[in-house]
């Protein structure tokens, strides 16, 4: 099979197409013959070794797992022997898993217990694959966070594919979403169902000091001092990309006498949890945001646009 490789650590030049074999199902594995796969936040850390400490998990000297690619849009063409819930032409979407990855290559067996569920008919593969990262992630924030009906949310970096997800979700759960982003995603952002747009080019966040119940920080570049002023006292703080060296410089800063909650660490990977938004796509109530979808063999472009911290939504890459 064609499988995106990454065998060095490095810039996206580190990667090339190549023939790989094609994975055997095990007994209580499914083969998956992937359609559409997504560049991530994910792909181009694990690429880059960013932060320094993938290393440690995923290879000291160069990576384990070759292959990228933490989602999967496909269908099963082959199930092992103890397989019960999937049959052959099921079309599957979901997470390949973070550990596992693989995501970027035409097949990937998996367990049938893993972090996946069936596509609704009329969801196509590149819709299916720009779902699970940004969805997945944000909807396990915003539970940890108990978003509500009534409450007045604040998604910062509202274009990326967490915030436009966790903007769409919010709403979904009955709050009012106010959008954070640069001039050319304002339409964008409103677009989506947000019913305050704040252009961080031009606005003064902090005129709106202690106005939100829930500031859901998805890109890393508020900081969190701001983020502790736009919160109202006894509100929650999601911090939705926090890397390690960013944790714990937060223990140390100064946080006034506001009580917050604070949310953050790694989320995300629940097969239940994509079943749920199969269900939300089907009333209509979320859709991915999709910037560009690439060929495989233009992954490396995927992965620069990935990495840019410009890409509006999702990049989806198809075989
Ligand atoms: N904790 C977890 O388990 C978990 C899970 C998934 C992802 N993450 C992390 O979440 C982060 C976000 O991922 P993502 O894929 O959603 O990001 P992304 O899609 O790459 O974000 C890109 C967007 O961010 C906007 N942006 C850039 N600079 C900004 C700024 N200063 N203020 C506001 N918006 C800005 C850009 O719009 P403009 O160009 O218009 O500014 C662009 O639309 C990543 O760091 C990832 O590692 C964490």
Partial sequence: MKAALATAYGSPD???????????????????????????AADWRLRRANPWFVRLIFGLFKPRRAILGVVFAGEVVQTGDAVTQ??????????????????????????????????????SFTDAAAIPFGFGTAMAFLRKAKVGP??????????????????????HLGADVTGVCSTRNV???????????????KDDLLAHRDRYDVVFETVGKLPFKDCLSLVKPGGTVILGSELPAQM??????????????????????????????????????????????????????AHTLAESGRKVGNVVVTM
């Fill in 86 to 123: 999937y049959t052959t032409g099921d079309r599957l979407f979901g997470w390949t898993s973070v550990m596992k990855l693989g995501g970027h290559a035409e097949y990937i067996a998996l367990p049938e217990k893993g972090a996946f569920a069936r596509m609704p008919e009329r969801m």
């Fill in 187 to 201: 339409n964008l952002v409103r677009s989506l169902g947000a019913v305050g747009v704040l252009d961080y080019t």
């Fill in 248 to 301: 714990l410089a937060r223990q140390f800063a100064p946080k006034g006498n506001k009580k917050v909650k604070v949310v953050g660490g790694t989320v995300g990977e629940s097969g239940a949890d994509i079943s749920q938004l199969a269900a939300l796509w089907e009333r209509n109530a979320i859709r991915p945001v999709i910037d560009r979808v690439l060929p495989l063999e233009r992954i490396q472009e």
């Fill in 150 to 171: 009534g409450q007045q949310v604040l998604v910062y970096g509202a274009s990326g594919a967490v915030g436009s997800a966790a903007l769409q979700l919010a709403k």
């Fill in 14 to 40: 580190v990667i090339r197409i190549a023939e790989v074999p094609t994975p055997s199902p095990k007994n209580n594995e499914v083969l998956i013959r992937i359609h559409a796969s997504a560049v991530n």
